[in-house]
């Protein structure tokens, strides 16, 4: 079975620059997570969704961000403009819902911003 | 709110030696879950391990066992005969509800030939 997929696993851009972070989660989950991992925060979520849905986004650290969802097998974390500060690794998870199964992670997108 | 705390941020065992890692956690939820997660350096996130809050009996899985302390709210990892594939930083974390995870700040596992 395939696993989460995001795209691109590394990107390098300018500040200033939008930046849009992909992820396919593994068919039949219907949670998904973003989260983003640096070195002074460590494992942060930032949002998550329930059935495509938003259900938590107090990790979003500022209009600059902002994620969708517009299917159960694809969603969207976006950054404009982007700033040095953003750089990080950016995770995406998924599980099925159902009887708290655990998160499965992608292979994260290293994201540098000049 | 809920915390994770992991005290040990550096750890090295003996190849084919046993070693410990701790983590200590506080919720005021009754029914959560725990998980230890490996990060190789190949930045992948890795289920290692899983253990239901209402069940006593500790999560074994082949060479990897938790000590699960509900009333000390502590959750520690064994793994026996360490072999050099389990180099790694390693996480723990917990939730509730299939709603995020909070992790702790990991430990970096070196495995000494």
């Known amino acids: 079975d395939a696993g989460v997929i995001q795209s691109p696993r590394h990107e390098v851009t300018e500040m200033g620059q939008e930046v849009t972070l992909r992820c396919k989660p593994i068919s039949g989950h219907n949670s998904l997570f973003w989260y983003r991992q640096t070195m002074m925060r460590g494992l942060e979520l930032l949002i998550y969704?329930?059935?495509?849905?938003?259900?938590?986004d107090s990790g979003m650290p500022e209009d600059r961000f902002s994620a969708k969802m517009p299917n159960a097998s694809f969603s969207t974390l976006k950054i404009q403009p982007s700033e040095p500060r953003d750089s990080a690794v950016y995770f995406c998870a998924s599980s099925r819902r159902q009887g708290n199964q655990p998160q499965h992670f992608g292979d994260g997108t290293r994201l540098s911003i000049l | 709110a809920q915390t994770v705390t992991q005290s040990q941020p550096e750890m090295s065992v003996q190849e084919a030696e046993t070693v410990t890692l701790s983590c200590t956690y506080d919720t005021s939820e009754s029914d959560y879950y725990l998980f230890w997660y490996k990060q190789p350096p190949s930045r992948q996130m890795i289920l290692v391990i899983r253990?239901?809050?209402?069940?006593?009996q500790n999560a074994t899985e082949n060479r990897f066992s938790v000590n699960f302390q509900k009333a000390a709210k502590s959750f520690s990892l064994k793994i026996s005969d360490s072999q050099l594939g389990d180099a790694a930083m390693y996480f723990c974390a917990l939730n509730f509800g299939n709603e995020k995870l909070t992790f702790g700040t990991g430990t970096r596992l070196t495995i000494i030939p």
């Open positions: 969704f329930n059935n495509n849905v938003p259900i938590d």
């Open positions: 253990q239901e809050a209402y069940k006593q």
